[in-house]
């Protein structure tokens, strides 16, 4: 296994491209990627596309037609709402097994006008939501959180303090879909969509794209003096569990994926500088501070109380804005995550940057199932 | 790179199951090569499904369900009709990175009671037909043979014999969707699809799936003293060419991975001893010929005149009946015309075996782009 850097990442802004295609929106992502990394469509050896709605399309192919068709491998891979982060770790394998140099990858979504938190989901495609059932994703994830609360005291107003975070944090990201401050009492008071989570501790849906560009140590060195090392690429699935109804799958998922990515990486929650996880919901990402061991069981409302997670804080979580507020275009969201780390471990990050950052991960789950974790580091 | 063994195969027979989903086909084909390789799922370590209809519905972790839920790395590829063969390259590029020593590749397809060739498709995802325009993949692969005939002088009679041999070949495959033989005359005079080929020149629709186990050499050796090597594994997507619509990509595509994939394996046509191709119409398969070096541009007619592609021949082409008798299940397709060559090689293919086979060639285009080719040796 060789080395893997990342060369280059782009990103559109989410949001609503009604004018524009799949192949459109990967497209733009992908030459922002390459202009970033400072390479041509022809240095690139292969292509691998995330996008779930239009998994079948042929969207990679589409890509290649408008961005230059060089003959390359390319190929789609859909992974429920990790699509993106399957699409930039089959691209990291194709580096590390010594087979390519340059690899790129592209996690891209167009949702539309599909409602809210996916209901009514009419995307062309055979949707998730109609796998999974039609709204499960807010119960899932309400139904976590009040176990949660049950379980350890954790109130409401912590799980809403997540969301006045990251839509504070968002507003210093242009590629935020929303960019809007909020305050405590008003995500307490917004309209219940499904216990605990108010409208502002949802995640919208929209449109977007993302892309980066990975490279061996032999071709990092030659294109740049600060390359971004990719310390490990995690993919894990649901292993079998006794499960309840109230503690799914997320959890477990989580655990186990970010177990493997500390051994792997060599690295420690402690040793990470910033963190951009699957906050889908505000609950979500009080979970995932003590899956991902950045406290222990029962302190997530602690955490959160103190500020640690806030920029500023030991531990920043979600400095895009996260899920919540930049967006969450299912396909795309893996690989924006993995450019939100890039551009903080380069120092690039303008009013959200985590000063000195020289790790980070990128943490996201698919439910269905599926959780991958990228640690990066500078 | 390390190198890469075919352990274990599976594959239902091809045809109508209605009362079967995706994941339960898929896990029929996975626990056949399971068994046929001697390993338990806990043997896995890497799982890719190739499913192209409903390639966003999560089939992989489905698949897992049934067989078995360890947590392992488990993704969903499409890429048109090369999606299971895209899929069985990701699971080599696995074990050939040395991150994994057992992979799993599946492909499956459910195309039920879609009208054949296509029309009229209603699977529930985005369908190719849809994006590439209903009739198409007749209308390109009936002007492709048109086209040849003005170039070459082939004849009609000359694609209908493709249709002779290979439903010829497929009596003697137990998992070919269909078994009879037909005669020249039939074949002729069969209903015109899109001339020159008629019904008995065009591949059938149905449901199937094919699974594949891949090691490396150390555990292929703990396993078994007869493993199949997987001697280059390629997949091209279409060049920028000047097209005109009698003459579509199938040719550029074929041909560029045809020399990628000789010179990768360090072999030449000479050296194969039989080869599965991509006979999704008869027309298709003597361009082929051509496109894969098994005989000169313009040959192809006096090839299959000779009889030099029928078992007995000096290189049989599509013993399994191929896609005209076998059916074309899209995504399982890819992984289906491996495991013909896999059992070639082993001596397994009773009345159809090619004897001594110790290279086979398994070759499938996905319109769109995509073309992949395994050459497998004993």
Redesign the interface.
Known sequence: ?REVYVLGVGMIKFGRYPDKDVPQLGADAAVLALKDAGMSIKDVEM?VCGN???????N??RI??QI?????????????CATGS?AF??AY??V????YDVTLAVGVEQMGKMGLLGGGARS?????E??LGSGLMPAIFGQAGVEHMRKYGTTAEQFAKVAVKNHKHSVHNPLSQYRVEVDLNAVVKGRMVAYPNTLYMCCPTGDGAAAAILVSAEKAKQFTTKPIKVACS???????TERDLTMPDVNTLTK?AAKQAYEKAGLGPKDLDLVELHDCFATAELLHYENLGLCGEGEAGRMIDEGRTTIGGDIPVNASGGLLSKGHPLGATGVANIYEVVTHLRGQAGGRQVEGAKAGMAHVI?L???CTIHILTA
Not at 68 to 80: E, H, R, S, Y
Not at 124 to 128: A, L, P, W, Y
Request: a negative charge; hydrophobic letters at 45%.
């Open positions: 296994m292509f779930l709605f239009q998994a079948n399309a042929m990679a192919q290649l037609q230059g068709q060089t003959g390359i491998p390319a190929l789609n891979v859909a992974n429920a399957t770790r089959e394998i194709g590390a097994s010594g087979m062309g495609g055979e949707s998730v109609g796998v995690i993919l894990t699935s649901d292993p079998y186990n698919g269905g199932s599926a």
